[in-house]
T-cell receptor, first 115, second 109 residues
Framework: GAGVSQSPSNKVTEKGKDVELRCDPISGHTALYWYRQSLGQGLEFLIY????????KSGLPSDRFSAERTGGSVSTLTIQRTQQEDSAVYLC?????????????FGPGTRLTVT | AQRVTQPEKLLSVFKGAPVELKCNYSYSGSPELFWYVQYSRQRLQLLLR??SRESIKGFTADLNKGETSFHLKKPFAQEEDSAMYYC???????????FGQGTELSVKP
């Protein structure tokens, strides 16, 4: 079956513009995560959705970042007024509930470059 | 704060040599720990989790609560093991994971 997909694969934007990154999780997976992968920073947790529960937004670095998940499936990460330090690879992952909750399946990522 | 520390950014070994990738975590209860791997131009994927006590691709990892460590080991490294390795721990309850900064393993012929 299809894995986690993300679009676009690459995004170049000018400083100050807004961007939207999309994630399509594996069908049936209840949990969805966003991470940011930067050189020298490893993988940084951003936000976590689990079923109908309120999302865990504790990793969002500023109020310029927001995310939503519609219908328990597709998720969009929005970055407003982008800054150069936002340049990174943004990874989405999904996982099933229960025992498989921690086995996260990652997408290919969106490489964001802010010029 | 709960942390995962991977002290080595790069580890370079020759084929056939033993390899150990270090991971230490901040103590908090009974952690669930994992190793994820990212091969070149591939997606990040789960390699192993400590509760399963499996050996995957010849790799093993033992949880040492006394030393708060979860080092990844393989007795004989292969060139195809070259990749980026991330140690991670579960953050309290729920599926959220805290990742280390990663160690790049390079296995030379």
């Amino acid at each position: 079956g299809a894995g986690v997909s993300q679009s676009p694969s690459n995004k170049v934007t000018e400083k100050g513009k807004d961007v939207e990154l999309r994630c399509d999780p594996i069908s049936g997976h209840t949990a969805l995560y966003w991470y940011r992968q930067s050189l020298g920073q490893g993988l940084e947790f951003l936000i976590y959705f689990q079923g109908n529960s309120a999302p865990d937004k504790s990793g969002l670095p500023s109020d310029r970042f927001s995310a939503e998940r519609t219908g328990g499936s597709v998720s969009t990460l929005t970055i407003q007024r982008t800054q150069q330090e936002d340049s990174a690879v943004y990874l989405c992952a999904s996982s099933p509930s229960g025992q498989g909750l921690y086995e996260q399946y990652f997408g290919p990522g969106t490489r964001l470059t802010v010029t | 704060a709960q942390r995962v520390t991977q002290p080595e950014k790069l580890l370079s070994v020759f084929k056939g040599a033993p390899v150990e990738l270090k991971c230490n975590y901040s103590y908090s209860g009974s952690p669930e720990l994992f190793w994820y791997v990212q091969y070149s131009r591939q997606r990040l994927q789960l390699l192993l989790r400590h509760i399963s006590r499996e050996s995957i691709k010849g790799f093993t990892a033992d949880l040492n609560k006394g030393e708060t460590s979860f080092h990844l080991k393989k007795p004989f490294a292969q060139e195809e093991d070259s990749a980026m390795y991330y140690c991670a721990r579960a953050y309290n309850q729920g599926g959220k994971l805290i990742f280390g900064q990663g160690t790049e393993l390079s296995v030379k012929p």
